[in-house]
């Protein structure tokens, strides 16, 4: 156990330490990926990408791109990595994500933050990719907007 774990399990907080940095913030990102840019494009609440066929059709598109641009960097995602960004939305269904807040307000997003760099930077890649094959969208994700 390294000083600052010791420290911070002394002071109650639970620690976790993971092998990989780089895995941890793609799963992070993936979530972000799937959801929170879909849903703040659309002005959606998150549980949009669960009721909307096309969306949830969208989402699982693109995280099965992220995971093609993880897995050449070396990072492996599970299934389980990829059905948590659903069971998370399940439970924030009703909620209107921070971005889109953002968007409402006319304030700066993260999304320079999120998606310059890093791991959200790649994953952003990989919508660009989606996009560039037509992906998911070609089945009307971008008209349930209003749904």
Request: with cysteine.
């Amino acid at each position: 156990m390294s000083e600052l774990q010791g420290l911070l399990t002394a002071g109650g907080y639970p620690v976790t330490v993971a092998a990989s940095v780089a895995a941890c913030e793609w799963r992070k990102s993936l979530w972000n990926l799937a959801v929170s840019g879909p849903c703040a494009l659309l002005d959606a609440v998150n549980g949009a990408i669960l009721e909307v066929p096309q969306l949830r059709a969208l989402a699982e598109t693109l995280l099965a791109e992220a995971r093609a641009v993880a897995a050449a960097e070396g990072v492996t995602l599970s299934d389980a990595d990829l059905e948590r960004v659903f069971a998370s939305t399940e439970k924030t269904r009703a909620n209107y994500n921070a971005m889109l807040q953002d968007l409402r307000r006319g304030a700066a997003t993260e999304i320079d933050f999120k998606w310059g760099g890093g791991a959200a930077g790649r994953a952003a890649w990989a919508v660009s990719a989606v996009a560039r094959r037509g992906g998911a969208a070609r089945g009307g994700a971008g008209s349930a907007g209003g749904s």
